[in-house]
């Protein structure tokens, strides 16, 4: 009973249902889609005229594209941009509990995020926690699509990449099926982060374009200490760090002004 329990309220995911309901009750018209890729379906919602600058948020671990809901309600944002929000693989409908902890697969699997780009101009991409280097990726990968990227605490350090205790015995088939399917992806993440790291650590000076970093020095998920490497790595980039003392990880709710503030400067530029 106990570990139905945590199935039930531990998912991470917003059924299509309770989406349609959350925009409806904010009068604000969503699409809600899905694409198939490599024999995985990847499950996406979408505010905002489709010939808009594109804006496309990726959410951490664990998590789901309703991470981003508030910002693809508000109405000084879909007024100017086609916002997109996803369900990163492995999580919320996109293949739930199947994970992928390659970065560049994942980076492959959302790129036809950037093919629905109408607007003729390159898409502004915003990552959170374990969407910072899947979004950096896909920069690095196709450049003429990405016009510019917020990073919020975003996990680029392999020397300082955090894994718990915990980590290493839920891996164990004996315990992995306790494990609420959003927590095991993104436990197989974690274990293999530090390696995926390292795979990008040569290819982030290809990134020439505008980059806002924030982070805030009271994360205790992703250390502060990425703030150094993005400092040391984008050499190329047009960085803009942005940090705060009292500055939690979760920036997108509790200091999502940071990433508005982001995305309207980028917007400003693109328009």
Not at 13 to 35: G, H, L
Not at 124 to 152: C, F, Q, W
Not at 168 to 192: G, Q, S
Not at 249 to 257: D, E, G, K, S
């Amino acid at each position: 009973m106990l570990v139905q329990i945590v199935f039930l309220f531990m998912k991470f995911r917003m059924s299509d249902q309770k989406i349609k309901a959350y925009f409806e009750a904010r009068s604000t018209p969503v699409k809600i889609e899905r694409y198939t890729v490599d024999n995985r379906q990847i499950r996406y919602i979408a505010t905002g005229t489709d010939t808009l600058p594109m804006v496309i948020f990726v959410h951490g671990a664990p998590g789901g594209l309703d991470a981003f809901k508030e910002f693809l309600v508000d109405s000084n944002l879909t007024n100017k941009a086609h916002l997109v929000a996803v369900d990163r693989p492995g999580y919320g409908y996109s293949g739930f509990g199947k994970s992928e902890p390659s970065i560049q697969k994942q980076a492959e699997l959302l790129k036809p995020l950037l093919d629905l780009n109408h607007s003729g101009h390159p898409a502004i991409l915003v990552g959170h926690s374990y969407g910072g280097p899947i979004v950096a990726r896909m920069a690095m990968d196709y450049p003429s699509k990405v016009a510019a990227l917020v990073l919020a605490a975003p996990a680029i350090d392999p020397k300082n990449e955090k894994v718990f205790w915990i980590s290493y015995p839920i891996d164990y088939a004996v315990l992995r099926w306790m494990v609420p399917p959003a927590f095991r992806v993104a436990n197989d993440e974690k274990l293999h982060h530090a390696q995926q790291l390292h795979l990008l650590k040569n290819d982030w000076k290809k990134l020439t374009l505008p980059v806002t970093y924030i982070h805030g020095k009271k994360d205790i998920l992703v250390p502060f200490a990425n703030t150094a490497f993005a400092k040391k790595m984008m050499v190329n980039a047009q960085l803009e760090v942005v940090t705060e003392d009292k500055m939690n990880h979760f920036i997108p709710w509790t200091h999502p002004q940071y990433i508005h503030r982001a995305i309207h400067k980028y917007l400003a530029q693109t328009l």
